[in-house]
């Protein structure tokens, strides 16, 4: 099971911290992305990070922006969002996976998804 928290109401510019908490399975072994869903819009790809934390990849439009990382000790993924702007406003999910991908459809798990807005 996957928990994701730490959503919501920021203006642009601001920082927000996403985490999402696992359960019920060796966490390490697990790689973990974030995905995104605006409204009206499908899905999108946000980062990835491996197993052991050794390895992340992150969309064009928010490198530089959005750090993805890992906690093995507590089971946790993050996702720090600097310099957030209106188009950031999504739904964002966590997810986990046995492999290493970049399309929703890869992944087995998801967490609920938390909302953040980005206002101008």
């Known amino acids: 099971q996957l928990q994701a928290s730490g959503g919501g109401l920021v203006q642009a510019g601001d920082s927000l911290r996403l985490s999402c908490a696992a359960s019920?399975?060796?966490?390490?072994?697990?790689?973990m992305a974030w995905f995104r869903r605006a409204p009206g819009r499908e899905r999108e790809f946000v980062a990835v990070i491996s197993g052991l934390g050794r390895r992340t990849y992150y969309t064009d439009s928010m490198k530089g922006r959005f750090t993805i990382s890992r906690d093995n000790a507590k089971n946790t993924v993050y996702l720090q969002m600097n310099s957030l702007k209106p188009e950031d406003t999504a739904v964002y999910y966590c997810a986990a996976d046995d492999g290493w991908s970049y399309s929703p459809e890869r992944y087995d798990y998801w967490g609920q998804g938390t909302q953040v807005t980005v206002s101008s």
């Open positions: 019920g399975r060796t966490f390490s072994s697990l790689t």
